[in-house]
């Protein structure tokens, strides 16, 4: 039934023979009579599925632009006419997409494919899931992708783009750049859908930037095609994001050449607490006011990017074309996690070879067929360089292929004969998409290859042998003599300037030599942050420039080679700067929040097993340890608690997956529940009965905890849950409990013991089903279960019986209250619990609701039984009357200011005998940001280390009146927002660790002069 058309083949020896395809009918019923021999017959249905990233449109139709340009794009040109290609130069499109799911379908991608390949596309199908006897199969999917890149280009991209530039607005994209595989799955053939767009661009989420792995198949696109490079950055980094992870961030994808920042596609909703995809920037962020750094840093790096180009030593050949021939599981309904061992080799050591390049220091760029087949060869004297576009390769690397086309195996033949270095990283090619498996042509080329003295290879288990192969031969742009140094570098030019980008991505300082290769004529430092252009001093030797650089942590630079410009006096005269004398200022500051009112709704909490109240725990001297860990003394919340069974996490997208737990009971309980958490949506039978779902069941990071109380029985019983996954990982987290008569409480939660199926036969949830054929699911592993964990939100809500988690019988809580405050606001029921200030026994009173507490109060300690409803807080304490206070400086937890995220001010009064020539004013460990006046004069800002800052203009003999304004993050905040139940996310990383978000002034402060 429902089968749109059946294609026939002839078996021999069980594998299919490719010459006896033929398509045997149209629409049910077929009827056909097989020829002698053996035969299989496959059925084929059309049917809408959701793509692999959701999408719920066919992009392989030409008529989806028709209805979308209209229905979005016109509607913005309405409304803002010319101001499309001028204030609005162009469209962000957050649009990862897909082609479709599996074996993906339209009419017009049927034409099509006749067209290009003069044949029934139906006539091959059975080749995208099985291996014929003649090999045919590489041929087939390699045309099925091909031509399902087309119709994806032709139906979706080709039409925005045109539309967008006719309004002089350029296209930015963002694909599916993470695996070979997914690339498969998603887009097709990559490169050449990002070649589609006027402006190239990935998306990089939280912090992937620091990994070199997603940028550089579009920055070969961009490099070749001479066109701008976007990166979304910080997508989703969630709110622990602090500036050194803003700065990382542009450190990191200046040096793989993008020049137009994306700070992350914003949600524009001032109540930060709500938004979806945290962290956001706004005035609400204390370094909202500082960001202007970052910024102008930002575009001073990629200002010189965008004028300039890649010099890259090393070309990779992309092996997208081995997964597109060895894709037969990503089309069969059960298999779609398991990729063939030979394309899982070939990302593996393909994504290896880009990280262990980039770390040390050698510039690469990428080709596909396309940009294979228009490469030149050019031989010089010393050398043989292979040309794409402008850009000279000295070596090519081949990762494992499978695959390759027979014209891009004749240019890589050539380049090799001529002398120009090829190394392979293991399997070379034997098949090719022009005629399939086992082509002669291409495997006598790689044999020609293979005897080439220029050839080299390499085993990919140890890819250092590769670093040391190629630094033997083609002597690197750049070369670092610090090991040891997590420096992010590239080398460009632009006409006679050569541009090095040096960056320090590590919380330490570096100090190298360096030698660059081409460098001559004048050196100079471009500090991105302050603009500034300086010579510096280098050795010119026979190798290249020598030069030593030091950078603080974080700092990024360009160095810049002008080889039309001759070396002035500092190349020859290295500068002796004198010894500076250091003064540390010690002693007390006057410090004081920049607040009216701190608000406090969690402290160190003690979850005792003790039967009686000790009061010694709230008197004793308090020590920190492993037993007193932070927790929200608010209960507008759940009560919450971590989970403890494993959970099931699974591959396959856009479908159901069934899962079922049997148990025997002795009685019926009195109680039950269980709590689930299922990616992406979740439907539960007990005992065959569906239970109504609430808010959360459709929801992938939350806990829905379900009342089974009516449905479980005495005897036999049974859980079904259905999860409908519909795009990246699947999961289901399932536990719960039950009280028996006798009091006694049993848990239920995944284990070994539940079964898990595709096919849901009927009767499936209920107990008399014969589960035979399920198969018992695999529990993933602790690692992978805390990560669900942490993405579920950490501690997932789940709610218990009062008397389940007995051991913890009372609760204990120690607070410091907000140094400089002098009042304290509480809500009545805290007047019923056992209070003590500084270990001695306090009386609240329920109708006033406020005391005034001591400046001097260091402490403030209570306890409440764990299940104590008349001590519960709805509220958060609050503390009032901020004054300043006389401390030295340090951490704000010390202070007491936990929850608080704004500004504190420091200020110090110094005297100097002198004036002295020039003075710094370094304030040594921050966090997380500072600006400095000196005598009401603002001396500077800073997001970043070091925390220098130039005050010698500001200075003066005499009194000085030091003023530092400290920031910290909203992450302290949120953590209000949290306790209180208002937080919609925490973002994808789940709830932080509080401990490492504390800020404050370190120190130590010190005056640096010159006399």
Same mark, same amino acid.
């Given at each position: 039934e429902n089968v749109d058309f059946a294609v026939a083949a002839r078996l021999q020896h069980n594998k299919l023979i490719s010459s006896s395809l033929q398509v045997i009918g149209e629409k049910s019923p077929i009827e056909w009579t097989a020829p002698e021999g053996k035969w299989v017959v496959y059925t084929y249905s059309i049917q809408h599925h959701a793509g692999f990233d959701g999408g719920k449109v066919n992009y392989l139709?030409?008529? %989806? &632009?028709?209805?979308?340009?209209?229905?979005?794009?016109?509607?913005?040109a309405r409304h803002f006419g010319k101001k499309l290609g001028y204030s609005i130069p162009g469209c962000f499109v957050d649009n990862e997409g897909d082609f479709g799911w599996q074996m993906a379908w339209s009419d017009s991608l049927a034409s099509h494919y006749r067209k290009t390949y003069q044949r029934d596309i139906r006539l091959w199908l059975p080749l995208l899931t099985e291996k014929d006897a003649e090999g045919l199969y590489v041929k087939a999917r390699c045309n099925w992708y091909e031509a399902v890149t087309d119709m994806y280009i032709k139906s979706f991209f080709e039409p925005v783009?045109?539309? %967008? &530039?006719?309004?002089?607005?350029y296209y930015i994209s963002n694909l599916w750049e993470e695996s070979i595989q997914w690339q498969t799955q998603a887009m097709g053939d990559f490169m050449k859908v990002t070649r589609v767009a006027t402006m190239p661009g990935t998306d990089c989420l939280e912090m992937r930037s620091q990994d070199v792995h997603d940028f550089k198949e579009t920055q070969s696109v961009a490099e070749f095609e001479n066109r701008p490079f976007m990166s979304e950055i910080m997508g989703v980094a969630g709110w622990g994001q602090t500036p050194a992870m803003m700065k990382k961030n542009i450190n990191a994808i200046t040096a793989y050449g993008v020049d137009h920042v994306v700070p992350h596609g914003i949600n524009v909703n001032r109540r930060l607490e709500t938004i979806p995809y945290p962290a956001d920037w706004f005035t609400e962020n204390p370094y909202w006011n500082h960001l202007h750094l970052w910024t102008d840093f930002a575009r001073r790096a990629a200002f010189i990017t965008r004028q300039s180009s890649l010099v890259a030593d090393v070309l990779i050949v992309n092996p997208l074309e081995t997964a597109f021939a060895l894709s037969e599981n990503y089309f069969s309904d059960e298999h779609t996690t398991y990729w063939d061992p030979v394309v899982d080799e070939a990302n593996g050591v393909y994504s290896a070879t880009m990280r262990i390049l980039f770390r040390n220091h050698i510039d690469f760029l990428i080709a596909d067929k396309h940009y294979l087949m228009m490469s030149n060869i050019v031989k010089k004297t010393e050398r043989c360089l292979i040309s794409i576009k402008q850009h000279n390769f000295q070596a090519i690397i081949l990762p494992p292929l499978f695959v390759i086309s027979q014209e891009a195996a004749r240019k890589i033949v050539d380049f090799a004969r001529q002398g120009g270095m090829v190394v392979s990283l293991g399997r070379l090619p034997k098949a090719s998409p022009e005629k399939g498996d086992n082509d002669t042509t291409v495997m006598n080329l790689m044999n020609v290859l293979a005897h080439c003295p220029s050839f080299v290879s390499v085993n990919h288990s140890s890819l250092q042998t590769l670093i040391d192969v190629l630094q033997q031969k083609i002597h690197p742009a750049v070369t670092i003599e610090n090991k040891q140094a997590l420096l992010y570098t590239a080398s460009r030019k632009s006409g006679p300037l050569l541009f090095y980008w040096m960056a320090n991505n590590s919380d330490t300082a570096v100090n190298t030599s360096i030698l660059l290769?081409?460098?001559?004529?004048?050196?100079?430092?471009?500090?991105?942050?302050t603009g500034s252009i300086n010579e510096i001093p280098y050795e010119q030797t026979p190798a290249g420039a020598k030069t030593q650089i030091s950078l603080h942590p974080y700092e990024a630079?360009?160095?810049?080679?002008?080889t039309h410009q001759?070396?002035?006096?500092?190349?020859?005269?290295p500068v002796h700067p004198q010894t500076p004398a250091e003064r540390i200022i010690t002693g007390k500051w006057i410090i004081k929040p920049l607040c009216d009112t701190f608000y406090v709704s969690s402290a160190r909490a003690f979850f005792s097993r003790d039967r009686e109240l000790q009061e010694c725990r709230l008197t004793e001297p308090f020590s920190t340890d492993?037993?007193?860990?932070?927790?929200?003394?608010v209960y507008s919340r759940k009560t919450r608690y971590a989970w403890t069974t494993p959970m099931v996490v699974f591959r396959e997208t856009q479908k159901s997956k069934f899962f079922r737990y049997a148990f025997i009971l002795k009685e019926k309980p009195v109680r039950a529940a269980i709590n689930v958490c299922g990616d992406d949506d979740e439907k539960i039978w007990i005992n065959g009965q569906q239970i109504p779902g609430g808010k959360n069941t459709a929801a992938y990071n939350k806990t829905y905890a379900y009342d089974i109380t009516p449905y479980v029985q005495k005897g036999n019983n049974v859980i079904g849950i259905e999860i409908i996954n519909n795009g990246g990982l699947g999961t289901l987290m399932a536990e719960g409990w039950y009280e028996l008569p006798d009091g006694k409480i049993e848990l239920l939660g995944m284990n070994p013991a539940w079964k898990e199926s595709f096919k849901a036969a009927e009767g499936w949830n209920a107990t008399a089903f014969n589960d035979k054929g399920w198969k018992r699911v695999t529990l993933a592993s602790d690692e992978l279960c805390r990560e669900r964990r942490e993405l579920s939100e950490g501690l997932v809500e789940m709610k218990y019986p009062k008397d389940l988690k007995k051991e913890n019988q009372f609760i204990y809580f120690r607070l410091q209250p907000p140094a400089g405050t002098t009042k304290m606001i509480y809500e009545k029921n805290l007047s019923n619990?056992?209070?003590?200030?500084?270990?001695?026994?306090?009386?609240?009173?329920?109708?006033?609701?406020?005391?005034t507490i001591p400046a001097t109060l260091k402490e403030i300690a209570f306890a409440w039984p764990y299940d104590g409803e008349p001590y519960r807080l709805q509220q958060p304490i609050a503390f009032t009357a901020v004054s300043p206070v006389e401390k030295e400086p340090g951490s704000w937890y010390d202070d007491g200011y936990l929850q608080y995220t704004g500004y504190v001010l420091y200020e110090k009064k110094i005297v100097l005998n002198s004036k002295p020539a020039k003075t710094f004013l370094d304030l040594g460990k921050v966090k997380y940001m500072a600006e400095v006046w000196v005598n009401g004069k603002k001396a500077g800002e800073r997001l970043w280390e070091p925390f220098v800052f130039d005050v010698s203009a500001y200075i003066r003999q005499g009194e000085n009146l030091l003023s530092i304004k400290v920031g910290n993050l909203m992450v302290n905040r949120m953590w209000l927002y949290h306790d209180l139940g208002q937080l919609r996310t925490w973002g994808w990383k789940g709830t932080p660790h509080f401990e490492q978000y504390d800020a404050g002034l370190w120190g130590p402060v010190k005056l640096i002069t010159y006399p």
């Open positions: 139709d030409p008529r %989806l &632009a028709k209805v979308f340009i209209p229905l979005v794009h016109e509607q913005y783009v045109s539309w %967008l &530039a006719g309004h002089g607005m290769r081409d460098g001559k004529g004048r050196l100079e430092k471009w500090d991105c942050e630079f360009w160095l810049v080679c002008n001759p070396a002035g006096p500092a190349s020859s005269s492993e037993k007193w860990q932070y927790a929200s003394f619990a056992l209070v003590y200030f500084d270990g001695k026994k306090q009386i609240l009173s329920p109708e006033k609701n406020e005391i």
